[in-house]
């Protein structure tokens, strides 16, 4: 089984900082890119920041500039760092993380719950 929990969102005023974390556990050999989407209400989900092994990052565009993604391979956990957080911020942030279980068979993509960041104007 594996396990992907994110944790550290919250509420916050227009122009503050969150960091969330988001940590993959269990039958893990290893994994290759980590990322963050976020869903507000009534809007589709959206790519917000991603990392790769190797460590390339790719952000969105609303995002540039604000948000800094980070990764510790060890841990399995990947981060992000919001700042200038604006109301349009505001959506459930979800983490997922593109998982080898063993040699030999496919990667997937395993998705975390979610948590809420609420941006007051």
């Known amino acids: 089984q594996v396990q992907v929990v994110e944790s550290g969102g919250g509420l916050v005023q227009a122009g503050g900082s969150l960091r969330l974390s988001c940590a993959a556990s269990?039958?893990?050999?290893?994994?290759?890119?980590m990322g963050w989407h976020r869903q507000a209400p009534g809007k589709q989900r959206e790519p917000v920041a991603s990392?790769?092994?190797?460590?390339?990052?790719n952000y969105a565009n609303s995002v540039k500039g604000r948000f800094t993604i980070s990764r510790d391979i060890a841990k399995n956990t990947v981060y992000l760092q919001m700042d200038s957080l604006k109301p349009e911020d505001t959506a459930v942030y979800y983490c997922n993380a593109d998982i080898l279980r063993a040699i030999g068979f496919p990667t997937r993509v395993y998705w975390g719950q979610g948590t809420q960041v609420t941006v007051s104007s």
């Open positions: 990392i790769t092994s190797g460590g390339r990052i």
């Open positions: 269990g039958s893990i050999f290893s994994i290759n890119a």
